[in-house]
């Protein structure tokens, strides 16, 4: 996770949208997390 550097096996995209969901979803949503297993279309 890029917000708090936790590293969840990339394998399991359920656990990694979970974890996303942890945080502020309009600070840090799945695609700031995981950049490489979520592309996002915004470049921020």
């Known amino acids: 996770c890029a917000n708090c550097r936790k590293e969840i096996i990339n394998t399991n995209i359920k656990q990694l949208e979970v ?3 942890t945080h502020d979803q309009k ?3 799945k695609e ?3 950049p490489k297993d979520f592309p996002s279309t915004t470049t921020e």
Do not use: I, N, Q, V
Request: proline share 11%.
């Open 19 to 21: 974890h996303a969901e």
């Open 27 to 29: 600070l840090w949503p």
């Open 32 to 34: 700031k997390c995981w």
